[in-house]
T-cell receptor, first 104, second 119 residues
Framework: EIVLTQSPGTLSLSPGERATLSCRAS???????LGWYQQKPGQAPRLLIY???TRATGIPDRFSGSGSGTEFTLTIRRLEPEDFAVYYC?????FGPGTKVDIK | QVQLQESGPGLVKPSQTLSLTCTVS??????????WTWIRQHPGKGLEYIGY?????????NPSLKSRLTMSVDTSQNHFSLRLNSVTAADTAVYFC????FGGGMDVWGHGTTVTVSS
């Protein structure tokens, strides 16, 4: 069973700053099946990135994904006020525990 | 565009069966290239994958729920369903349905429905 670990648990940043979120898998996973989701309070998750680095439809280009093997990264180039949320990585039937990006 | 909407009782008694339906609008379930998922989120917690079903009826269930779980699909009605039996308070959660794209993540989600297990 693959376990996904996300770090940090909470990231406190200011608007305009760069956010770097990590997702580590307990064993090798195919990049084809690694996704990132954003969830705001009271809302359903929203797909940001699939296949590790492909932005989903309508996702701004300040969001980018990278990585392979066991190490994956979601980068938000310049945080906008609407980007403060919880971010989950997912592979197959496994979700990571999430990283909360909150306002510093 | 495709939209998903969960429906079902918001309150279920312990030991009974939780039944939810996800209705798909704006597109056909059997247009190919998709699978149909259920995901839940316990209060204040992360996301838990329940399972998925294809338009052909093939399923995958989370092993931790497999013994209590049944999913079904009715493409003529454009909906799919979940039944979870012998529920306990630990099944209290927000239940989401979502469309999965082969190789493309889960791109369309319902708003979620809150299910509370309580007597």
């Amino acid at each position: 069973e693959i376990v996904l670990t996300q770090s940090p648990g909470t990231l406190s940043l200011s608007p305009g700053e760069r956010a770097t979120l990590s997702c580590r898998a307990s064993q090798y996973i195919s990049s084809s099946y690694l996704g990132w989701y954003q969830q705001k309070p009271g809302q359903a998750p929203r797909l940001l990135i699939y296949a590790a680095s492909t932005r989903a439809t309508g996702i701004p280009d300040r969001f980018s994904g990278s990585g392979s093997g066991t190490e994956f990264t979601l980068t938000i180039r310049r945080l906008e006020p609407e980007d403060f949320a919880v971010y989950y990585c997912q592979q197959g039937i496994t979700f990571g525990p999430g990283t909360k990006v909150d306002i510093k | 565009q495709v939209q998903l909407q969960e429906s079902g009782p918001g309150l279920v008694k312990p030991s009974q069966t939780l039944s939810l339906t996800c209705t798909v609008s704006g597109g056909s379930m059997n247009s190919g290239g998709y699978y149909w998922t259920w995901i839940r989120q316990h209060p204040g917690k992360g996301l838990e994958y329940i399972g998925y079903i294809y338009d052909t009826g093939g399923t995958y269930y989370n092993p931790s729920l497999k013994s209590r779980l049944t999913m079904s699909v009715d493409t003529s009605q454009n909906h799919f369903s979940l039944r979870l039996n012998s529920v306990t308070a630990a099944d209290t959660a927000v239940y989401f349905c979502a469309r999965g794209v082969f190789g493309g993540g889960m791109d369309v989600w319902g708003h979620g429905t809150t299910v509370t297990v309580s007597s």
